[in-house]
């Protein structure tokens, strides 16, 4: 009731307490930004990510994201009450079991930075990028993930708990994101029709490990 009011102008927006959600701040080891001007043109060449923040009513959670620039598909996240290496981690392993990328772009977060995550990632044989820090464009593709993630189901939601929020969350990202919602850069097509396009067409190439198995 208070979002519809506050939509058709009868209440006064309260001012937003913001979190902080990249500390850049530490001593792990920095990773130059490999796909600056990089053309990407196949599935599992970059995997971008980030985490976001979401206002409870009692509470702040946060929402850890993998996509895949290419085909703009979600490949793994985690919600949790807690902005610490678990988040990340979690959300990486999750998209770990679906394929394997050859470079891995964040910020410079520390949950990003952290050895357990590196050496997951180094496992895997996986190339580590990272934006320069203060340079949020340079992460772009996951800043703007972030952005409808919010725009379209966040803002427009008023979860009244952590379990509320993750089962909206997790409708949002694996069915409405991957199946509903169409893209532009997609060729208005949606991140599913456009990876099953391009791997009917390219089913020579780049096959994910379930194809592989």
Known sequence: MARLMRQIGIMAK???????????????????????????????????????????????????????????????WHLSRHIDQQLTLRALNKALER?????????QGVQYAAAAYMQLLQQHQVQISMAEVGQAWQNGYAERLMRTIKEEE??????????????????????VYMHKRIHSSLGYLTPCEYEQQWRQQNNHYCMNKEDSA
């Open 14 to 76: 309260t001012k937003v307490k913001r979190k902080r959600t990249t500390n850049s701040e530490h001593s792990f080891p920095r990773y130059g930004n490999r796909v600056l001007n990089l053309s990407i043109d196949h599935p599992e060449q970059v995997w971008v990510a980030d985490i976001t923040y979401i206002r409870l009513q009692q509470e702040f959670v946060y929402l850890a994201v993998v996509m895949d620039v290419f085909t703009r598909a979600i490949r793994g």
């Open 154 to 175: 966040v803002d427009l939601s008023d979860y009244r708990n952590f379990t509320e929020a993750y089962e909206h969350i997790e409708q949002f990202l694996e069915d």
């Open 99 to 107: 394929a394997t990328p050859e470079i891995h772009h964040s910020d």
